[in-house]
Structures are given as structure tokens and as C-alpha cells.
């Protein structure tokens, strides 16, 4: 046992106990030090022989043959060396010797730094399996095609721009709601103006520690996801300098040939979705063609057995693979199921069918396969395509898979019959099975587990009260009027889920169970960073019915977040909801300005901004424009066609 150094207050060391036998200190140290000289000795000689090798020894690319210039100094070769006397044979002297030595010394770098790397590679391939060695042959095949018909082609084909209607205006018809809508805009421009100075090109801003902030859902890169997410609502803010910057930036900065291992669902909704939603918007071309160029990046992730996505893709090699945590290592419906909206577009505007394919793909895969009471599980096996654990939700998981289908509907302005079919018994099963009502009278979406319902309701889920709303219409024996009841009652419970708290904002998670009712229960359960559902069923509520009390609700909770999430380097999320002093948690999330934000913005404007009959928006709230059959270049459209 050794005894520890103990440092005193006042900072001086105590020198550790010497616990061991009397001993002749000196001697031994001087004996240490010879040994240690003998081996310095034979190590410094080792080292002058091999410079010594390396400078004297021959070495035939030192004499060098150089072509007689007119400009070059010829001296015979007087060297000791014993070819030197061999006529014709002249040596460069000079700076011009210089040079050339130089240059060798380059080569010989270089060569170095290949071999290096080779081996490098070596050992990384070494340490792969043999299907990701397989992917990455097969994404090297793709890239290898993929580049030839881009030879072939390009530039994208010119595909007129469906009609776009109210991307401007919304002004508010009185002089209260302008004010809301002013405040919610200088909100915008506080966490907008803190990353640009403390995390710019950051993906996330850290608004205490006023520095970038990432998570691994985008790599190890600076992607600036803030920007690419907050873009369509600076333009609808009309906030039109910062709109311009970040464009800028996504110009000069944003590139996706990086060694960076991205999440697949992530990276659509927010990058391709938002770069979408500002190219429809502005009419940039740029953020068109950033958005194909990163959705080719995505397709390596497709080469699965079955054709269901990895959760994740390294944007540079290719190579996929799914969370550890996902039901031994599933993919996940919420992620390979909200990729519809966003490859239509793609295809859509490039005229190339391979998006449109994948996701449809993945569409009759899942048309197939039994449901266990009529639900879809959370899990999905890529390689055998079989359900992993029996989990459903509505919340995270599951939640958007439900959405896309809706949406896919809504966005073939209303053709799309198959993906109508899907939703409308997706959400007959959730009702039947998931859908309860408390004690106390409120709706709320439970979970089903393990064969059971789990009575707990997460703020995800908060978001079906508005897809239940927008899904009203055109639904099946036209039960309209049920679901806008349906989406009016989980409204209500989100907002009673706020309402209970002390600081007036929802936790991640809330219970029914006995006396306990739209609360969170454990600890690790009652924060909220910032999060946009319940604002956005605010929203499609208010659209739909234009109760007042919609407005009421969300002005309640932007009042919230700027006294309780609002600190000097922007906004940021909070540990307990039911703590009065709160305690934050250092980040200001994309999806903030992308969706808590706008919805906001939008719930205060009037309704002809961004009119609902011809935008649909994506799951991180980025609009993108209803395809109507009206529109004569959809059928001119090859990917169409
Ligand atoms: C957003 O990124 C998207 O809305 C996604 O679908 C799930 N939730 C986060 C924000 O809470």
C-alpha cells in the first residue's frame, strides 16, 4: 500500500512516507544513473548510424540525370563519388541543386505519408465486420455510377415551382396581436443573434457557456444546424439580413463530404426538410442543390438486406449501422417512416425516381406485414425485416411515422389514397388500444408495452392533438367532427400538463395513474428543453376552429419561456418544471427556432400566411408545397411520369 502525497491548504506538498527498508539512498541512485548512461550512450550511437546511413550510404536518386537546359549551371562532376568522372553525366550545383534537393525531399515526404496512410487504412479495415467492409464496396459501386450518370447529365432539370401561396404577410388585424407577434419575432432574433456571435457554424449554441454545442445526431461535424433549421423562419419573419447570412454561410461553409457518422432521420427533417423549405420559399437555387447533394450522401444508408434504413450513415464512407439501445439493434419507425414528404421533393424537383423509390419501398415492406392488434410496433429488424420488441407510441418512437402518412396524403393535394388508408387504421388501432380517458376526464395517448398500456403520456405525443385536427377532414365515414373533438381534448390535457407545474411549462413526461393526473413523476421526467408540440396543436387547433382560448394558451407559454428559458446568450431548457428556480440546461436547440418559434409566430398571424390547403409542413415545421394534380409540370415531371 502507498501512501498518498497529502496537499495541505496552503498548497505546499508534504513528501510521501518512506514506508520501505533502511537503505543507502546515494549509492543506489548513483548505480541508477550509470545504467541509465551506458543505455543513453548506445541509444544516441544507434541513432547517429542510422542518420549516418541515411546521409552517406549511395542512394541513386541523389545522382540524378538532368536533361542539358540552356538556363542550368553545367559544371563537371567533381565529386569524390566514383562514378563522377563519367563524361556527359553533369550535376546541378547552385540554387538550383537546391531546388532539386528540395524537391526530393518532398517526394521522399510524401511517399512516407502514403505508406503511412495506406497502413492506416489497413489496420481501420482490419477492425471492420464483413458486412460493413460489404457496404462500403457497395457505396463505392454507387458513388462509382452515381458519378458517371452525373457526367452524363446535370445541371438538375428546370422543374417550375408549384404554386406558392402566402409566403409573405399574416399581418395580424389588431394592434394586441402585432405586439404578440413583435415579441415572439424579437425572441427569434435574441437566440438567432447569440449563436451567430457565440456558436455560429456550431450545430447548437451553449447561451451560458456562450459557445457551439453538438449532440451525436449530427456527427462530429460543424454542420450549422441552427442555420440550416432556422432559415425558413427568419424569412417568414421577414428577417431578412440574417436570412441572407446564413445563406451565406450554407454557400461557403456547409459540406457533407465529412468523416461524420450522422443520424439519417435527423438529418432529413432538419437539413434536407429546412434547405427544402428556404429553396421554395426564397427561389435560391443553392439550397435546392445542397439539399440533393446531402440526400445522396443518405442512400448509402438504404443498402440493407431488407431496404429499410440504418438509423445512422457516415456521410463519408457510407457505412451504416443502427442504435445499440434499438431492440438489438432495429431500426426505428419514427426514423425510416419520416422520409416521405422529403424524398417526394427530391424526386419531385431532380427528376430522378430514386427517392421516390426508397420511400415507397419502405411503404409496401410495411403494408405487408402483420401488426399485432392492428399496431405498428416501434422496431424494426433492417436484416431480416422482422418487428422487434412489441412497443407502440404515439410519442417518441412512433409519433412522426403517423404523421408522414397523413401528410403524404395531404401533400398529393389529397391523392395519395393509399397513404390515407394507412393512417386512417393507424389511427383506428391507436384509438381503440392506446387512447384512454382519467379519472378526472382528460384524454390522454398512453403507450403500449409488453402487452399492457403504460398510462403515461409524453410531450411528443402532444403533437397528434394537431395531426388528429389536420386529419379531420377526408376522414373515413366522415367521423370530422369526432376528430376535431379528439384533437380539441388532447389539447387540453397538454395544457394541463403545463398548467400543473410551477413555472407554467410541460414536462417530458406525465402520468395517469390513480390520483396522479397529467404529472410527471420522476425526476428524470419533468424537464423541458424547449420543445414545439404542444404550441404547434395550439396551432392547428386555433387554424381550424379559431376558438380564442388557442391563442390564450400560447401566449401563456411564450411568457413562460421568456421568464424561465431566457438568459442573456439566448434561450435555453430547463431541469424541473416544478422547481419556481429553475435550473437550465445549457442548450438552445435547433428545433427552437425552427418550430417552437414559428408555430408561435404563425399562431399570431392571420391565417393567410402560409395557408394550410397549400403547404404542408414537415415534422420539424418546415413548409413545403402541396403537388397539385392542377399543376400541368407534374405531369410533365419524369419522376412523376
Ligand atoms: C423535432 O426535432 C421534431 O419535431 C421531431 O419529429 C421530434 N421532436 C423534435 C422536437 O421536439
Excluded at 347 to 366: A, D, E, F, Q
Aim: charged letters at 25%; aromatic letters at 10%.
Amino acid at each position: 500500500m502507498t501512501t498518498p502525497a497529502l496537499l495541505p491548504l496552503s498548497g505546499r506538498r508534504i513528501p510521501p512516507l518512506n514506508l520501505g527498508p533502511p537503505s543507502f539512498p546515494h549509492h543506489r541512485a548513483t548505480l541508477r544513473l550509470s545504467e541509465k548512461f551506458i543505455l543513453l550512450l548506445i541509444l544516441s550511437a544507434f541513432i547517429t548510424l542510422c542518420f549516418g546511413a541515411f546521409f552517406f550510404l549511395p542512394d541513386s536518386s541523389k545522382h540524378k540525370r538532368f536533361d542539358l537546359g540552356l538556363e542550368d549551371v553545367l559544371i563537371p562532376h567533381v565529386d569524390a563519388g566514383k562514378g563522377a568522372k563519367n563524361p556527359g553525366v553533369f550535376l546541378i550545383h547552385g540554387p538550383d541543386e537546391h531546388r532539386h534537393r528540395e524537391e526530393e525531399e518532398r517526394l521522399r515526404n510524401k511517399i512516407r505519408a502514403d505508406h503511412e496512410k495506406a497502413l492506416e487504412e489497413a489496420k481501420e479495415k482490419l477492425k471492420k465486420s464483413r458486412e460493413e467492409i460489404r457496404a462500403e464496396i457497395q457505396t463505392e459501386k454507387n458513388k462509382i455510377v452515381q458519378e458517371m450518370k452525373t457526367k452524363e447529365k446535370k445541371p438538375l432539370p428546370a422543374v417550375p415551382i408549384p404554386n406558392l401561396i402566402g409566403t409573405h404577410g399574416g399581418d395580424p388585424e389588431d394592434n394586441d396581436l402585432r405586439e404578440k407577434r413583435d415579441k415572439i419575432k424579437e425572441m427569434m432574433k435574441h437566440a438567432w443573434d447569440n449563436y451567430r456571435i457565440y456558436g455560429w457554424g456550431h450545430n447548437e449554441l451553449r447561451p451560458i457557456a456562450r459557445k457551439g454545442h453538438s449532440t451525436n445526431i449530427f456527427g462530429s461535424s460543424q454542420m450549422g444546424a441552427t442555420i440550416v433549421d432556422a432559415l425558413d423562419t427568419l424569412y417568414i419573419m421577414g428577417l431578412h439580413d440574417e436570412f441572407r447570412d446564413g445563406q451565406k454561410w450554407i454557400e461557403n461553409n456547409l459540406d457533407f463530404s465529412v468523416n461524420s457518422e450522422v443520424s439519417v432521420f435527423e438529418v432529413n427533417i432538419r437539413f434536407i426538410g429546412g434547405l427544402l423549405a428556404a429553396y421554395y420559399l426564397s427561389g435560391e437555387e443553392i439550397f435546392k442543390i445542397k439539399a440533393v447533394q446531402l440526400a445522396e450522401k443518405l442512400l448509402p444508408a438504404f443498402n440493407t438486406p431488407t431496404g429499410i434504413p440504418w438509423a445512422m450513415v457516415n456521410l463519408k464512407s457510407g457505412v451504416g449501422r443502427n442504435w445499440g439501445w434499438a431492440s438489438a439493434g432495429s431500426s426505428i419507425l419514427a426514423e425510416f417512416g419520416t422520409l416521405h414528404m422529403e424524398f417526394v421533393h427530391l424526386s419531385y424537383l431532380t427528376g430522378n425516381p430514386i427517392y421516390y423509390k426508397k420511400v415507397m419501398h419502405i411503404r409496401k415492406l410495411l403494408q405487408k406485414m402483420d401488426r399485432p392488434n392492428g399496431l405498428y410496433p416501434n422496431y424494426l429488424n433492417p436484416r431480416t425485416g422482422r418487428w422487434g420488441q412489441y412497443h407502440t407510441s404515439v410519442g417518441g418512437l412512433g409519433d412522426s411515422f403517423y404523421e408522414y402518412l397523413l401528410k403524404a396524403w395531404l401533400m398529393s393535394d389529397k391523392t395519395d389514397h393509399e397513404a390515407r388508408k394507412m393512417y386512417d387504421d393507424a389511427i383506428e388501432a391507436i384509438e381503440k388500444h392506446l387512447i384512454r380517458k382519467s379519472r378526472g376526464g382528460l384524454t390522454f395517448i398512453g403507450e403500449w408495452k409488453n402487452g399492457h398500456l403504460e398510462k403515461k403520456m409524453g410531450h411528443l405525443a402532444c403533437f397528434a392533438g394537431g395531426m388528429f385536427v389536420l386529419g379531420a377532414d377526408g376522414s373515413r365515414m366522415d367521423q370530422a367532427g369526432h376528430y376535431l373533438e379528439l384533437g380539441a381534448e388532447i389539447a387540453r390535457t397538454c395544457h394541463e400538463s403545463y398548467d400543473r407545474t410551477a413555472l407554467k411549462l410541460g414536462p417530458e413526461s406525465f402520468k395517469f395513474d390513480g390520483a396522479v393526473e397529467a404529472v410527471a413523476v420522476r425526476q428524470a421526467e419533468k424537464y423541458y428543453i424547449l420543445r414545439p408540440e404542444v404550441i404547434e396543436t395550439y396551432w392547428y387547433l386555433w387554424r381550424f376552429t379559431h376558438d380564442p382560448r388557442y391563442r390564450e394558451w400560447g401566449w401563456e407559454a411564450a411568457l413562460a419561456i421568456e421568464k424561465y428559458c431566457r438568459v442573456n446568450g439566448g434561450f435555453s431548457g430547463v431541469k424541473d418544471v416544478y422547481s419556481s428556480t429553475p435550473t437550465h440546461d445549457d442548450v438552445q436547440q435547433s428545433f427552437f427556432l425552427a418550430e417552437t418559434l414559428k408555430y408561435l409566430y404563425l399562431l399570431f398571424s392571420s391565417d393567410d400566411l402560409l395557408p394550410l390547403d397549400h403547404w404542408v409542413f414537415n415534422t420539424e415545421a418546415h413548409p413545403l408545397p402541396v403537388l397539385h394534380l392542377a399543376n400541368t409540370t407534374l405531369s410533365r415531371n419524369p419522376a412523376v411520369r
